[in-house]
Every structure is written in structure tokens, then in C-alpha cells.
């Protein structure tokens, strides 16, 4: 049972304009979310972070907003470029692991 | 710079055969992932490992085994491998500790089996 959903599984986003990309997640119990970026051939890379204390953090062009009330993250691109098309995973920090989204196919078109 | 590296970046085997993965990363990390990523599904964990002949099981842990005898390196076994193994393997490592740290990837496997 997928406890970490992301129900878009692409998106295509004009460069310059703003990406907004969504997980939702059932465990209340989840104190930790981040997403991850993954590239063809690569592994995922850790992209942006945030604890359930708080409701945005925010690094450079990415910010991810929470909203515990709701079950709800996500992560926004401002502005989009070319270079952030890609696989976009969220991941909610369990126990002794992550629980992962299905993913995002990020398009930035050019 | 934290290097994660995984032995074959394509593997092709036939049902019924043994197959190892192997995981190796050079910054001492206590904590290593086996994960499967698969479309519609994400990725998955298969087993963890937190210190040296430690090892946990993970979401899907049927079908496989894993070995960890140096800190370095962290195996994934297919005892008889099937068709629904087909997949993407990642393997990750971490930090150990009670705060969460970090994983960090390598480029995974691409194993068909035929």
C-alpha cells in the first residue's frame, strides 16, 4: 500500500514559468519529507528538504511548502529551466527508512 | 564528494540463476539501501543495512538476500533469479545516528531476466 503518492506522473512547464509538483502522504507519523531529482542513468540526488515543524523551506529556485493538516507537500520551480527536466520523487522519512512517491516527470520546455 | 558505485550498470540473466549485485561506497557511511525502482511503483527498499553483518528487511524483501561483511560494501542476492525481478536497483548509503541523514545514491543496475 502506497504510503507516499505522487498522482501526476508528468508535467510539462514552459522555461521561465513557475513548476508546481505534488505528493500526498497517509501516515501522520511522518516527521521528515524531501524530494529527490533523478536523471536518465543516474540515481536520485537529494534536491530540498523540510521538517514537519515547519510549513516552507525554501533554496534558491525550490521551495517546498507543507501542509500536515491536509497530508500534503509540494515542491515549486521559479523560475523553470531546461536543465530541471527530470524524474521528481518525494520521500517521507520513516522508522528506519524513506517511503517514496511514484514520481513526476518534470518537462521544462524550452 | 560522497561516491557510490555499483558494479554493472546493465545485466542480463536467466530465470533460476544466482545473481549478485554489489554496492561500494567510499565515505565510511554506516547505513546502506537496496532499492528497486520500478514505473508506477517508485522505488522501493529491499533491505537495509546499519553496521557491518547488520541487515534489516525492507518493504520487499522476498526473493532476495543481502550480505555485508566490510563497511564498505553492501551485496544484493538473487538466489534463483525470476522474470518479475526485472527491474532498476539503486543502492544508497547514509550516515548512521538517530537524526536522519542523507542518502546518497549510485547510478543503479538495469537487470533483465530472461
Known amino acids: 500500500d502506497q504510503q507516499v503518492k505522487q498522482n501526476s506522473p508528468s508535467l510539462s512547464v514552459q522555461e521561465g514559468r513557475i513548476s508546481i509538483l505534488n505528493c500526498d502522504y497517509t501516515n501522520s507519523m511522518f516527521d521528515y519529507f524531501l524530494w529527490y531529482k533523478k536523471y536518465p542513468a543516474e540515481g536520485p540526488t537529494f534536491l530540498i528538504s523540510i521538517s514537519s515543524i515547519k510549513d516552507k523551506n525554501e533554496d534558491g529556485r525550490f521551495t517546498v511548502f507543507l501542509n500536515k493538516s491536509a497530508k500534503h507537500l509540494s515542491l515549486h520551480i521559479v523560475p523553470s529551466q531546461p536543465g530541471d527536466s527530470a524524474v521528481y520523487f518525494c520521500?517521507?522519512?520513516?522508522?528506519?527508512?524513506?517511503?517514496f512517491g511514484t514520481g513526476t516527470r518534470l518537462t521544462v520546455i524550452p | 564528494d560522497v561516491k557510490v558505485t555499483q558494479s554493472s550498470r546493465y545485466l542480463v540473466k536467466r530465470t533460476g540463476e544466482k545473481v549478485f549485485l554489489e554496492c561500494v561506497q567510499d565515505m565510511d557511511h554506516e547505513n546502506m539501501f537496496w532499492y528497486r525502482q520500478d514505473p508506477g511503483l517508485g522505488l522501493r527498499l529491499i533491505y537495509f543495512?546499519?553496521?557491518?553483518?547488520?541487515?534489516e528487511k525492507g518493504d520487499i524483501p522476498e526473493g532476495y538476500s543481502v550480505s555485508r561483511e566490510k563497511k564498505e560494501r553492501f551485496s544484493l542476492i538473487l538466489e534463483s533469479a525470476s522474470t518479475n525481478q526485472t527491474s532498476m536497483y539503486l543502492c544508497?548509503?547514509?550516515?548512521?545516528?538517530?537524526?536522519?541523514?542523507?542518502?546518497?545514491f549510485g547510478p543503479g543496475t538495469r537487470l533483465t531476466v530472461l
Open positions: 544508497a548509503s547514509s550516515l548512521g545516528g538517530t537524526v536522519y541523514n542523507e542518502q546518497f
Open positions: 520521500a517521507a522519512k520513516g522508522a528506519n527508512n524513506l517511503f
Open positions: 543495512s546499519y553496521d557491518v553483518k547488520m541487515k
